[in-house]
């Protein structure tokens, strides 16, 4: 059966949500050991479906779910750019949730939340929550961006949406201390976020540092 979408469309133009990085990166908000995938590029399975992450080095790869971890085989790959590919596959079917992905080598460790989105089947209709031109960081509006926002985030969460796909802009002139405001917003949904740059987002590649190539 032919796979029917629905999208709805949100558009918000915020400043400054949070100022808090996710806890998924290094401690500046920007992506360290694990590059994909992460709360901007995360993968959607099934149960028992290998998935693909990018990494800067070979790493011990696992999934944590709530107090449980799962230990994956990866089959690794070197990249022209540098950075290392491995298919990962689960020993064993995964329960359907929300997983962190983690990595460690000899001398450091990684973990990338909300960066694994596991389902028991994929629905024949799904809707999209199309959000854009967050532009985290103006200081256009008399309303307070926190305000804003939540209101936004809260309607996407109380819908039927699967997924969310926030385009840009994200931020308002690209610097990384909005980035690091930006992903307060990110972790703020309840379903598995996209998000894709704008003209306003490409300033010293920081859309980059924060969310890895964008393809």
């Known amino acids: 059966m032919r796979n029917i979408v629905r999208i709805m469309t949100f558009a918000v133009i915020v400043c400054g949500f949070y100022n808090t990085p996710s806890a998924s990166r290094e401690p500046d908000g920007t992506l360290g050991l694990i590059r994909t995938p992460n709360n901007g590029i995360p993968a959607i399975i099934l149960s028992t479906e290998p998935f693909?992450?990018?990494?800067?080095?070979?790493?011990?790869?696992?999934?944590?779910?709530?107090?449980q971890t799962f230990p994956l085989e990866a089959d690794w790959t070197l990249l022209p750019n540098g950075?290392?590919?491995?298919?990962?596959?689960?020993?064993?079917?995964?329960?359907?949730?929300v997983y962190s992905l983690n990595a460690s080598t000899t001398e450091h460790t990684d973990c990338n939340t909300r960066a694994v989105y596991v389902m028991d089947t994929f629905p024949d209709t799904y809707t999209i929550a199309h959000v854009t031109d967050v532009h985290t960081g103006t200081q256009r509006h008399s309303r307070k961006d926190t305000e804003i926002i939540a209101d936004v985030i809260n309607a996407v969460n109380e819908s039927d949406a699967t997924i969310a796909v926030?385009?840009?802009?994200?931020?308002?002139?690209?610097?990384?201390?909005?980035?690091?405001?930006?992903?307060?917003?990110?972790?703020?949904?309840?379903?598995?976020?996209?998000?894709?740059?704008?003209?306003?987002?490409?300033?010293?590649?920081?859309?980059?540092?924060?969310?890895?190539?964008?393809?």
């Open 83 to 97: 950075l290392l590919q491995a298919r990962c596959t689960a020993s064993a079917p995964l329960p359907a949730g």
């Open 52 to 67: 693909t992450a990018v990494c800067t080095e070979k790493s011990i790869l696992s999934l944590a779910w709530g107090e």
């Open 166 to 215: 926030i385009t840009g802009d994200l931020t308002d002139n690209g610097d990384a201390e909005q980035f690091r405001s930006f992903l307060a917003v990110l972790d703020a949904f309840r379903m598995p976020t996209f998000v894709v740059s704008g003209n306003h987002d490409r300033q010293a590649r920081n859309y980059e540092l924060f969310f890895g190539l964008q393809t």
